[in-house]
């Protein structure tokens, strides 16, 4: 096991946090493809035949849902990237060193948070 005097992580500690990321990229994933789909899916509230008044409500609502769901697909696409880079620094056997510290970040933080690149101590630090 690794601990802070160790410089990476071993090659079986690295193929763990791989099944983490690739689980977490397939859900991401599912995620991403139903905001889009919700955001599809809101062109029409089924306000046609409702007065003009209710109608420039659902129109302000509208518009915020999709800002919202703009946002949320923004969020998921670069939480995939995150995930898609620290893959690749698996591949090249950098996964979970600190780039500021230089230290290895703790494997439970790297859990919970397995794109991390900064060390608790570095993120504090902020």
Do not use: W
Not at 14 to 33: G, H, N, P, S, V
Not at 47 to 71: L, Y
Not at 80 to 91: G, P, S, T, V
């Amino acid at each position: 096991m690794a601990n802070d005097t160790t410089t990476r992580y071993s090659d079986a500690e690295l193929l763990e946090f791989r099944e983490i990321i690739e689980d977490k990229i397939a859900k991401a994933e599912r995620d991403l493809e139903l905001i889009r789909e919700s955001f599809i899916n809101d062109k029409n509230n089924g306000t046609d035949d409702t007065s003009p008044t209710f109608k420039a409500f659902e129109e302000g609502s509208e518009t915020m849902s999709k800002e919202q769901n703009a946002q949320l697909a923004g969020r998921q696409e670069k939480f995939l990237r995150d995930l898609r880079n620290a893959l690749i620094r698996i591949e090249n056997k950098t996964y979970g060193i600190c780039r500021v510290t230089g230290k290895l970040i703790n494997k439970e933080r790297l859990k919970l948070v397995p794109h991390a690149t900064l060390s608790i101590e570095a993120k504090n630090r902020q």
